[in-house]
């Protein structure tokens, strides 16, 4: 007999099935006891009566405690009319176990799973507390959103390409990299995957690419880890930079409707609300936003500041909920000084890039521009920022030999997760985190 997942026992009433998993609780009743066994489709209600088991799994009844896992075989029937569940997937049926066979030992519990715990806690038990079931949900949702991107892009002509993560060099020559001995020279972990997808550009046109990015930042911050997954594409023949605005709110749109399609259950379960997305989607000035704050929010003297400050954002994320019923807006054209060097200025607003951040209920979770295509100006404007174009010899020949008019996105899979979730720390958003602290376990003071 072939195993079946739980999710499928409603479909073999009086059938006898087998199936396997982990055991979520146990509930002894007198001389019946109930088993809530978990996989990876649903959770399944398995009757354990001794008069109906065999003899070697009547042996083994009173050994089993949460996390066994088991392989039971059993008829399904209706579960009694107050034992029924609407709710769960499977709660209008059960298994009668017939036979019940340890595949696997697990050791007592050292606490509920479900039970709250400080953060520090919950990291050095990571490896148990990713089973509690609200814990699954996250990363369910998380997966679907990463399935939801990538589906979009394909169905756009993007295509995908794995970008390296040990470089030669900072991408915009900044300092918060990690450095590695690299067969006796020096090489660093990359902050992003920025030169290769726009050296793609000039393959494939259109490009995206998921993985991890390294910052060394001496960050403490319920907004900020040191490897974070990035989401980033790049499109080549635009117009300007509003079609990569387009482009990745669309996309966005397309990663919320995938959640709702398909993770109804675990948005139910964390109790999370899913994003307002008009068509028109609102688009501000820094400037704009600026004045905004100060007129509205009481903000002084944020004219002259090149960038926003979180609590900021937190505020204009709550301007553009009253104002247009969005739970996104567009911040646009941040100062040169504030922007890489490899993005475009805008003629028609000197000073200011053609570069825009998206606001996800007042956290940034995006960040893209129209980058400077033109071999000649990229030079002079990487001497502008005071580096040597030598040092970029190698992406540069993506433009020195044709590179159409192009842009692009970077996008934090962990932060689009914890906003949408409402979670207390980005951390509760990333599967493994990394921080000034901790690589899993924390690190002792005389290995830093």
């Known amino acids: ?22 055991v979520k609780a146990r509930r002894n009743m007198g001389k019946i006891a109930f ?29 089993i405690r949460p996390e066994f896992v088991l392989e039971i075989v059993g008829v399904v029937n209706e579960r009694g009319e107050k034992q029924k569940n609407s709710d769960m997937p499977t709660g209008l049926v059960e298994v009668l176990a017939k036979s019940v066979r340890i595949l696997s030992r697990a050791e007592t519990l050292p606490y509920d799973l479900s039970s709250e715990m400080k953060m520090d806690t919950y990291l050095d038990n990571l490896p148990l507390n990713l089973r509690e079931e609200k814990k699954q949900a996250i990363f369910k949702i998380q997966s679907e959103l990463i399935a939801g991107f990538r589906q979009y892009l394909d169905k756009n002509g993007f295509t995908e390409f794995q970008s390296p993560k040990i470089v ?48 060394a930042e001496e960050h403490d911050t319920n907004r900020h880890i040191n490897e974070y997954t990035s989401l980033d594409f790049e499109m080549g023949f635009i117009e300007n930079y509003t079609d990569v605005m387009a482009m990745i709110y669309e996309t966005v749109e397309n990663m919320m409707n995938r959640v709702k399609a398909n993770c109804s259950a675990e948005i139910k379960l964390l109790q999370a609300t899913m994003p307002e997305m008009p068509q028109k989607y609102p688009v501000l000035k820094l400037k704009e936003a600026q004045k905004i704050l100060e007129e509205k929010y009481g903000e002084s003297g944020v004219l002259s500041e090149p960038d926003l400050e979180p609590h900021q954002e937190k505020l204009l994320g709550q301007y553009a909920k009253e104002t247009f019923g969005s739970d996104f807006i567009f911040i646009t054209h941040y100062p040169v000084t504030k922007r890489p060097m ?26 893209g521009s129209q980058r400077i295509n033109d071999y000649e100006k990229l030079v002079k404007n990487m001497e502008k920022f005071g ?26 899979l962990e932060r689009v997760t914890w906003q949408l979730l409402g979670l207390d720390s980005i951390k509760q958003a990333t599967l493994f985190p990394r921080d000034q602290v901790r690589i899993d376990e924390v690190l002792r003071t005389n290995e830093k």
């Open 35 to 63: 088993l809530d066994m978990r996989d990876r489709s649903a959770v399944a209600q398995v009757v354990l009566v001794p008069a109906e088991l065999d003899e070697s799994s009547k042996e083994i009844l009173n050994e």
């Open 168 to 215: 030669a060099g900072a991408t915009e020559g900044g300092a918060n990299v990690f450095g590695i001995n690299y067969f006796g020279h020096k090489a660093y972990l990359g902050q992003s995957p920025q030169f290769y997808k726009q050296i793609m550009v000039g393959v494939f046109e259109r490009v995206y690419t998921t993985g991890n990015v390294y910052r």
């Open 342 to 367: 490899y993005t475009m200025e805008d003629e028609a607003d000197p000073g200011y890039t053609k570069s825009f951040d998206l606001l996800f209920r007042g956290t940034e979770i995006v960040t």
């Open 1 to 22: 007999m072939s195993r079946i997942l739980n999710l499928e026992i409603k479909n073999y009433l009086g059938q006898e099935v087998k199936i396997k998993g982990w």
């Open 387 to 412: 580096l040597n174009p030598n040092d970029f010899a190698y992406y540069l020949q993506a433009f020195k030999y044709g590179m159409p008019p192009e842009g692009g996105i970077g996008m934090g």
